[in-house]
């Protein structure tokens, strides 16, 4: 099932990336009104956030959708879970990512006996100075990849939670602001499920996005090949050739941008009318909630800003739903034994509840 | 009628404990039941579906309306069952071609309606009853109300009604929701969609009808038999018959036990010299009068025999399995086997018959499985096609009707009101509602509109093109707020009619409307500014 629906052809499971609509008629005479002046702020952020594109590809290859989501995730200041089995690029990507926007990078491997203060940092006493001292954990970061999030108990992932909503870490009473962006990318895999704890609603609700990492098609896979044993030593690829193009205050800029992108009320609807559906709907037993509907736009509006768009249409919101929405529903014993999939619940949602017409 | 013969135990009964007996009856004769009531209806009802097969659900209807003629053989079977007598299929037939037919007008129209209806049956078919007499005796069978008769001749509609459309939903629910079977089925059997859905619930109908009927004709017979016991006190008048029967064998033991204890007596108290003479004379005349008695006998047996009642002949004849191995069998035996050949062939025969009508059926229709293989039904099936037509997607109303008389006209005039929007809306509404219902477009509420382009453009209409420019600027106008010029509207209005109207004079269009045009643009650009 495909992260992104294609809309614009038909409502089939295609992978698709996030990519400009190529749809849009060629003879639309009014194609040019959607591409404003040079000096528009979403335009330059498009450039921009397409040149970070163009830089993360260059390692992760193979893996287009899964890199739009998690810029997605960037522009709209969420957190992205991965799922997907171990060596499809995760950590690649990341780090892709921080060298892209110069921003830190962070690798937290989750593991039973993994504390809390290992993720968020902790007071010690310092006897040369005769005081406390704090020391910050990895979670002080830009960029944080909780690899096999699941593989800790609930303590631990829960530490995670303040830093993801609040942007902040309580270490002995003091609350630590860390610096923005902060972006965490948390990974499942979704074969091996023996000694894991599973996350527990609150916090997969906190995840803005949803995405699954798929194996590359061969092609893809041939140049991966390629590239890593031609000149290299070892197996990990080597992210010297990505050039960071972009700061962090890039970043933010192209954040508040996003928010500026032009919403109309009916889009407001229509997003309220699914995730209200995806409660109704039967053989759900939990549904999502408000924050999915903040999600859908939020990511709605940064969809746009990645295809360089002026406003967003019924046509993002559809094709971010999937991901929006997977992670926040779960389905009844009976749909479960049935083999029935979420996405696939969530497809016949999004067929059948009116889309909007303006 | 000789109760002593009868095979139910009487008693006063309830009303409900008497429908129960009934139940049993109609259990122990199920079988045989089942079979008349299909052969007595069925022919009727396929020729009746065969000569109007498009009105499945009449057909049925009809045949539940002559339920009460269809009822009367099993009623036949009960009543000869509760005096310990077999029917055959035989009987059944001969009954339904011959006798059936007593008061048959009054049974099918004001009396149809009768909640007793089961429960007066007997009264007409077993009692020969009709007019004034039949009323008296319906009055007085009726003097202790039958409210369980009432009572199950409403419980069994209802046990009817839920079963016809529990065997529906249990046959659709075998069926999976993507198969095309369903429109194969409609395409051979039938030319519309629904034709098969009432096709099924009309089978069922005959299905459930047929399962109920013995029960009810069972429990009226069964609550009749209990009336008449209760009122002609059947129950007393078995005892009585047997304390006679008993009493009359008791006289005749006493008189045997006197005839042997005088025979005892005569026997010890005779003189030996008497007693060894007196036998042989005894002897001789007892031979004589028996030889006496014999001749005058088979002289009246012979004279009888000579009368014309022996001397008539009949001839008969029926079908018989010859098998000369065996051996000849008994009268008795001959006929039952006689009747159980008969019902095994009459089955076979039938089986032959319907398999050959479904043969014929399927030649006939090959035509059009070939071209449901051929070509698919799916696209071909237009009526199908009209009934999936919404008439509103999207929260829009797009019934053709409900649309205005002339759709550009009255867009213009509500862009030239500064109605923008709804004016670009009502012209993208418009060509949603044509290209749906003129155009065979299939659209679902969650389509968004590059969706509803998409499959314009995959349709290769001729106005694709066009309706991608009309679904451009609408979309920028509903979500990017953003307004086309006059001109541009001007311009997509006007085309159109070209695309979505048919043309009925290519020359009408002549200068002076392009004048009017030009100087209607001219004019809204004015009002815009």
């Given amino acids: 099932m495909s992260d992104i629906n294609d809309s614009t052809t038909d409502n089939s499971n295609q992978e698709q990336s996030l990519q400009p609509q190529e749809s849009a008629p060629e003879n639309d005479p009014t194609a040019n009104d959607n591409k404003p002046a040079a000096k528009d702020p979403i335009q330059l952020c498009h450039r921009k956030i397409q040149a970070i594109r163009g830089q993360i590809t260059k390692a992760v290859i193979g893996q287009d ?16 879970l991965i799922e997907g089995v171990p060596g499809l690029g995760k950590t690649l990507l990341v780090k892709s990512i921080a060298k892209a926007i110069s921003g830190d990078f962070s690798r937290i491997q989750f ?41 800790a108990p609930a303590k631990t992932q829960a530490s995670l939670l303040e830093v993801m909503q609040e942007q902040q870490i309580t270490i002995e009473g003091t609350a630590h602001t860390i610096d923005k962006p902060f972006m965490v990318l948390a990974t499942q895999n979704p074969l091996e499920q023996e000694g894991t704890y599973a996350l527990p609603e609150a916090e997969l609700d906190r995840f803005l996005l949803n995405a699954t990492i798929e194996y590359p098609d061969a092609a893809s896979e041939h140049a991966i090949a390629k590239m890593i044993t031609e000149g290299h030593v070892g197996d990990s690829f080597a992210t010297e050739q990505i050039e960071a193009i972009a700061t962090v205050k890039d970043v933010l ?26 409660r109704q709907w039967p053989g759900i037993r939990n549904g999502a909630g408000p924050r999915a509907t903040i999600a859908l736009i939020r990511c709605a509006k940064a969809l746009v800003l990645l295809r360089g768009g002026q406003f967003v249409t019924p046509d993002d919101i559809k094709q971010i739903a999937t991901p929006v ?32 017409r303006g | ?86 029917t055959h299929l035989k009987e059944v037939l001969k009954f339904s071609l011959t006798n059936n037919y007593k008061q048959w007008f009054q049974s099918i129209t004001w009396r149809r309606f009768s909640p007793t209806r089961s429960f007066d049956a007997p009264v007409v078919q077993l009692e020969n009853l009709s007019g004034k007499v039949r009323r008296e005796r319906l009055s007085a069978l009726h003097s202790r109300s039958p409210t369980a008769i009432s009572g199950i001749t409403f419980v069994l509609h209802l046990v009817e009604a839920l079963m016809t459309f529990g065997v ?53 017979f069964s609550s009749y038999l209990n009336q008449r016991s209760i009122r002609e006190a059947w129950d007393l008048e078995l005892v009585f018959r047997q304390l006679a029967n008993k009493h009359t064998k008791k006289k005749f033991d006493y008189k045997n036990l006197v005839a042997a204890l005088l025979v005892c007596i005569f026997t010890f108290s005779v003189p030996q010299g008497i007693s060894s003479e007196q036998p042989a004379n005894n002897e001789t005349t007892k031979v004589d009068a028996y030889a006496k008695e014999k001749a005058i006998s088979r002289q009246a047996i012979q004279q009888i025999q000579s009368g014309p009642e022996y001397k008539r002949v009949e001839q008969t004849w029926e079908f018989r399995k010859i098998n000369p191995d065996k051996p000849k069998e ?5 006929k039952n086997k006689s009747n159980s050949n008969f019902d095994k062939g009459l089955a076979k025969t039938l089986s032959w018959i319907f398999i050959i009508l479904l043969v014929i059926f399927l030649l006939y229709k090959l035509p059009a499985i070939i071209e449901y293989f051929d070509s698919g039904a799916k696209a071909k099936n237009k009526n199908l096609k009209d009934i999936n037509k919404p008439e509103q997607l999207f929260g829009l109303d797009l019934k053709q009707e409900n649309m205005p008389d002339d759709i550009v006209q009255e867009a213009q005039a509500l862009w030239q009101a500064k109605q923008h929007r709804e004016a670009l809306g009502l012209l993208y509404r418009a060509s949603l509602s044509k290209l749906i219902h003129d155009f065979d477009c299939e659209f679902e509420d969650g389509f968004t509109e590059l969706e509803c382009q998409t499959i314009v453009t995959r349709m290769q209409l001729p106005l694709k093109d066009y309706f991608a420019e009309l679904t451009s600027i609408w979309r ?14 001007l311009q997509i209005s006007s085309q159109w009619p070209e695309h979505f109207e048919p043309k009925s004079d290519p020359n009408a269009e002549d200068d002076s409307s392009i004048k009017n045009t030009q100087q209607a643009a001219s004019q809204m650009e004015t009002n815009n500014e």
């Fill in chain 1, 65 to 80: 959708n899964v890199v739009d989501l998690a810029l997605v995730s960037l522009l709209a200041a969420g957190h992205l």
């Fill in chain 1, 111 to 151: 593991t039973p006996d993994l504390m809390p203060s290992d993720v968020t940092g902790h007071a010690f006493f310092d006897q040369k100075d005769s005081s406390f001292k704090v020391r910050k954990g990895p979670a002080f970061t830009n960029l944080l990849l909780a690899d096999e999030i699941n593989r």
């Fill in chain 1, 253 to 278: 800029t192209m954040q508040k941008v996003a928010t500026t992108v032009e919403v109309d009320d009916s889009l407001y609807a229509y997003a309220v009318r699914l995730v209200q559906a995806s």
């Fill in chain 2, 330 to 334: 008994e009268d008795g035996e001959k």
């Fill in chain 2, 1 to 86: 009628m000789d109760l002593s013969k009868i095979s139910i135990k009487l008693r006063p009964r309830n009303g409900y404990a008497a429908i129960d007996l009934g139940t049993r009856m109609a259990q122990r004769n199920l079988k045989l039941m089942l079979i008349s009531f299909i052969i007595v209806s069925l022919p009727l009802y396929l020729v009746l579906l065969f000569i109007f097969p498009e009105r499945p659900l009449l057909i049925t209807f009809f045949i539940w309306w002559l339920k009460p003629l269809w009822e009367r053989p099993l009623l036949l079977i009960l009543s000869r069952d509760v005096f310990h007598q077999a």
């Fill in chain 2, 168 to 220: 529906m939903l249990f046959i659709l629910q075998f069926i999976p929701n993507d198969i095309e079977w369903i429109l194969f089925l409609e395409q051979v059997f039938t030319n519309t969609g629904l034709d098969l859905f009432y096709l099924i619930l009309s089978l069922c109908w005959y299905l459930a009808m047929v399962l109920v009927a013995p029960f009810y004709v069972a429990g009226g």
């Fill in chain 2, 476 to 489: 920028l106008l509903a979500y990017g707020h953003q307004l086309p010029t006059s001109a541009i509207f």
């Fill in chain 1, 325 to 356: 929405l997977r992670h926040r529903m779960s389905l009844s014993a009976e749909l479960e034994i049935e083999g029935v999939k979420v996405t696939s619940v969530i497809q016949d949602i999004l067929e059948q509840v009116e889309a909007p």
